[in-house]
């Protein structure tokens, strides 16, 4: 049996939950693997089935061939809907590759995309590529545009691609609003969730049509595995099915069986994200080489009532800007650090520091500040440590820019 087909009995029994605790603990899991309450690694490219006439039906089978899903991918695609609340959901390789499956599949000439000024970068440039091979016009607003993203709309607008908070900037935008808007103009929303895991944050709910996942973030957890995903409301399921079919694109089984187990610790990591990344976002407030910290849940953020209303806690992810006159003392400063690592991902339990520039990344906004902007992913090991591995790195660039 799949876990497409078991969905209800293996989720949440007859008492589906509305918690996601229990939702993370329960979701896409399985009464049909002999009672392992993780669902196996299935390795599978060929399905055999037992007689000419079910070949002859494989197309209604639950498992008919391993690019279209297995009961691994299967359970985690379970999962991931019965935390969004979207009628499916299907995976990809990369965060990446789901973003651009999505932009594909409503691509088409003389077609206009709206798209935040405060995108994942990867994403604007794709959107330029879009537009030199294949005419797609890109429109970049600003992401704090909220119902004010009417006047942009034009009889050739397919799509509005939301990311709250913003990536580099975080921005909240007002996603009830754009979805009015787009609503009554017949337009598809996306919004990327990764920040939020799917936990602090319910798009559906606010009326966007597709949440895309780098579920090789918070979903997954560990910094081991790579995974996307597209969970999709009714009206667009069947058009991302296809386009996933179309590509060629599947998720490795191991990817996916990792990301799943991560997925079963998700709120309870995110809890302790939440609480760490406050800690230390109010520790780098008070400090005098910090002009300000970008951290949507303190009260200094610019949208930190709109984020209230819309979310429900903060990641360890968010932004400082520091003082810096000589960006060579930027190396001594990130040399030097304990316990805070450089690379360019996020949502795993380890915490990373890396100095950012906006050069070439914006063109419908500014940023509000001249320092040198850094992002900041705040893990699980204690705040304590973090804050004083922070405070050593802070001492050491004033040492190494008071001369500039």
């Given at each position: 049996?799949?876990?497409?087909?078991?969905?209800?009995?293996?989720?949440?029994?007859?008492?589906?939950?509305?918690?996601?605790?229990?939702?993370?603990?329960?979701?896409?899991?399985?009464?049909?693997?002999?009672?392992?309450?993780?669902?196996?690694?299935?390795?599978?490219?060929?399905?055999?089935?037992?007689?000419?006439?079910?070949?002859?039906?494989?197309?209604?089978?639950?498992?008919?061939?391993?690019?279209?899903?297995?009961?691994?991918?299967?359970?985690?695609?379970?999962?991931?809907?019965?935390?969004?609340?979207?009628?499916?959901?299907?995976?990809?390789?990369?965060?990446?590759?789901?973003?651009?499956?999505?932009?594909?599949?409503?691509?088409?000439?003389?077609?206009?995309?709206?798209?935040?000024?405060?995108?994942?970068?990867?994403?604007?440039?794709?959107?330029?590529?879009?537009?030199?091979?294949?005419?797609?016009?890109?429109?970049?607003?600003?992401?704090?545009?909220?119902?004010?993203?009417?006047?942009?709309?034009?009889?050739?607008?397919?799509?509005?691609?939301?990311?709250?908070?913003?990536?580099?900037?975080?921005?909240?935008?007002?996603?009830?609003?754009?979805?009015?808007?787009?609503?009554?103009?017949?337009?598809?929303?996306?919004?990327?969730?990764?920040?939020?895991?799917?936990?602090?944050?319910?798009?559906?709910?606010?009326?966007?049509?597709?949440?895309?996942?780098?579920?090789?973030?918070?979903?997954?957890?560990?910094?081991?595995?790579?995974?996307?995903?597209?969970?999709?409301?009714?009206?667009?399921?069947?058009?991302?099915?296809?386009?996933?079919?179309?590509?060629?694109?599947?998720?490795?089984?191991?990817?996916?069986?990792?990301?799943?187990?991560?997925?079963?610790?998700?709120?309870?990591?995110?809890?302790?994200?939440?609480?760490?990344?406050?800690?230390?976002?109010?520790?780098?407030?008070?400090?005098?080489?910090?002009?300000?910290?970008?951290?949507?849940?303190?009260?200094?953020?610019?949208?930190?009532?709109?984020?209230?209303?819309?979310?429900?806690?903060?990641?360890?992810?968010?932004?400082?800007?520091?003082?810096?006159?000589?960006?060579?003392?930027?190396?001594?400063?990130?040399?030097?650090?304990?316990?805070?690592?450089?690379?360019?991902?996020?949502?795993g339990f380890e915490s990373l520091l890396i100095p950012v520039s906006?050069?070439?990344?914006?063109?419908?906004?500014?940023?509000?500040?001249?320092?040198?902007?850094?992002?900041?992913?705040?893990?699980?090991?204690?705040?304590?440590?973090?804050?004083?591995?922070?405070?050593?790195?802070?001492?050491?660039?004033?040492?190494?820019?008071?001369?500039?």
């Open positions: 049996m799949s876990a497409h087909q078991d969905k209800k009995a293996g989720q949440t029994g007859t008492h589906p939950s509305t918690n996601d605790e229990t939702i993370v603990t329960h979701a896409g899991r399985s009464s049909g693997h002999f009672g392992a309450v993780n669902t196996p690694v299935y390795h599978a490219s060929t399905i055999l089935f037992p007689t000419l006439a079910a070949y002859e039906q494989k197309a209604t089978a639950p498992v008919r061939y391993g690019r279209r899903g297995t009961p691994t991918t299967m359970a985690l695609e379970d999962a991931i809907s019965t935390l969004e609340g979207a009628a499916g959901t299907v995976l990809t390789p990369s965060g990446m590759s789901a973003v651009t499956t999505t932009l594909i599949a409503h691509a088409g000439p003389g077609v206009e995309f709206l798209i935040s000024d405060a995108v994942y970068p990867p994403v604007r440039a794709f959107c330029r590529r879009l537009n030199e091979q294949f005419g797609v016009e890109t429109v970049f607003y600003d992401p704090c545009i909220g119902p004010d993203i009417a006047a942009l709309v034009t009889d050739r607008t397919r799509l509005i691609w939301m990311e709250s908070p913003g990536s580099h900037t975080f921005e909240i935008q007002d996603i009830a609003a754009i979805t009015q808007v787009a609503r009554a103009h017949g337009v598809t929303t996306v919004i990327d969730n990764s920040w939020s895991g799917g936990h602090f944050l319910k798009p559906f709910r606010l009326g966007v049509d597709i949440v895309v996942h780098a579920a090789t973030k918070y979903i997954g957890g560990h910094a081991d595995a790579m995974l996307g995903a597209i969970a999709c409301n009714d009206a667009n399921l069947g058009k991302m099915r296809k386009a996933i079919s179309d590509f060629g694109l599947c998720a490795g089984p191991d990817d996916a069986y990792l990301v799943l187990r991560g997925f079963r610790t998700l709120v309870t990591r995110l809890k302790q994200h939440n609480e760490n990344g406050l800690e230390v976002a109010r520790w780098l407030e008070a400090h005098p080489l910090v002009e300000r910290v970008i951290h949507p849940a303190l009260a200094s953020h610019p949208q930190h009532a709109l984020w209230r209303e819309q979310f429900t806690g903060a990641s360890g992810l968010f932004g400082f800007v520091i003082r810096c006159r000589d960006k060579a003392a930027l190396g001594p400063m990130m040399d030097g650090l304990s316990y805070f690592g450089m690379g360019s991902s996020w949502g906006l050069d070439g990344k914006r063109e419908a906004t500014r940023p509000a500040w001249q320092g040198q902007l850094m992002r900041i992913h705040v893990g699980l090991e204690h705040p304590e440590d973090l804050i004083g591995d922070l405070d050593r790195a802070l001492e050491r660039l004033s040492m190494a820019d008071s001369g500039a």
